[in-house]
T-cell receptor, first 112, second 104 residues
């Protein structure tokens, strides 16, 4: 069966520090991968999605970047965190754009 | 205006009540998703539908493509149904969620 792993679960980072959040999927090949952010009191916002290795689409210009070094690995990064980067980050996968999506447990990031 | 609008934002119900959450969208659609988010933040997919109606246990989801509207119904609500319910168009556009609290 397919599983998705996302870590860490919580993270407190100072302003200006780098960020790396990792997401891996098991039990499937060539999944579509997604990074979302959920700011406090707001809905989910799609940040990046990838349909294959090295293929990244950015939906919202910001202080973050994403990479897909392997088929089932999706990484969200920042060189210098801002206070406004605080939020709940979720990784998800699906077989295709309009198929069911499966979410990781999320990372709660607090930038201080 | 958001591409996906949900109502109500907050909902409190007594155990056993019939609950309806509404979702209207303005973008083109291939599939609409209903998601459930528990207090810890984890999200579970409840339904994916592109036409008609789907039922799973006490949950029913309907969609009217012409009117660009979907509803999520919960019959005989239970305190364990307390969660945030999110409507999404494909994987790209999300409503802000409906926070449901079911009181015993």
């Amino acid at each position: 069966s397919q599983t998705i792993h996302q870590w860490p679960a919580t993270l407190v980072q100072p302003v200006g520090s780098p960020l790396s959040l990792e997401c891996t999927v098991e039990g499937t090949s060539n999944p579509n991968l997604y990074w979302y952010r959920q700011a406090a009191g707001r809905g989910l916002q799609l940040l990046f999605y990838s349909v294959g290795i090295g293929q990244i689409s950015s939906e919202v210009p910001q202080n973050l970047s994403a990479s897909r070094p392997q088929d089932r690995q999706f990484i969200l990064s920042s060189k210098k965190l801002l206070l406004s980067d605080s939020g709940f980050y979720l990784c998800a996968w699906s077989e295709a754009v309009n198929t069911e999506a499966f979410f990781g447990q999320g990372t709660r990031l607090t930038v201080v | 205006k958001n591409e996906v609008e949900q109502s109500p934002q907050n909902l409190t119900a007594q155990e056993g009540e019939f609950i309806t959450i509404n979702c209207s969208y303005s973008v083109g659609i291939s599939a609409l998703h209903w998601l459930q988010q528990h207090p810890g933040g984890g999200i579970v997919s409840l339904f994916m539908l592109s036409s008609g109606k789907k039922k799973h246990g006490r949950l029913i989801a309907t969609i009217n493509i012409q009117e660009k509207h979907s509803s999520l119904h919960i019959t005989a609500s239970h305190p364990r149904d307390s969660a945030v319910y999110i409507c999404a168009v494909s994987q790209f556009y999300f409503g802000t969620g409906t926070s449901l609290t079911v009181i015993p």
